[in-house]
């Protein structure tokens, strides 16, 4: 599957680092993609993260991570009301990114760790990065195989 660029009609500088933060940059944008890797894919299933996002705030996220094709929703088969979110591969391409930035956290950060973190340390010691982003991003790919396919 080709992914295409969509053209940034604003951006601050032409900066890679700053055109990025303009799509992903915010307080929420990121935690929906980990939501997402991690098996959360319905609105109520974001709104019961953790970090307790808004109702607002968070369709509005919604729509701006599918605008830039990052993510993309099936109807559930089940509840026509329900909408089950999944990440495309620009999404899935994000998943280096989202490791990274949560290994230099618990690298540099003091905080307790929810229990999901420490599950998932304690699955992936011993593991390189590209070990756990190639597993990871498979087992992501596998479990919506239906979905990419249709």
């Known amino acids: 599957m080709k992914i295409e660029k969509l053209k940034i009609l604003e951006n601050r500088s032409g900066c890679p680092i700053a055109t990025s933060l303009d799509v992903l940059g ?40 599918e605008y830039f094709e990052i993510i993309y929703h099936k109807v559930s088969k089940t509840d026509r009301k329900v909408k089950n979110y999944f990440l495309t591969e620009k ?27 420490v599950e998932w ?6 593991k390189s990065a590209s070990q756990i982003i190639e597993k990871t991003v498979t087992e992501y790919k596998n479990s919506i195989k239906d979905t990419l396919s249709s």
């Open 26 to 65: 915010d307080k929420w944008s990121l935690i929906i993609i980990r939501d997402i890797f991690i098996g959360r894919t319905s609105f109520t299933d974001f709104l019961n993260s953790p970090e307790k996002i808004s109702t607002n705030i968070l369709k509005s996220r919604l729509n701006k991570l």
């Open 91 to 117: 999404g899935m391409d994000l998943y280096p990114l989202v490791y990274e930035l949560s290994m230099w956290s618990l690298k540099h950060l003091d905080f307790e760790h929810h229990p999901l973190t």
């Open 121 to 126: 340390i304690k699955a992936t010691k011993g």
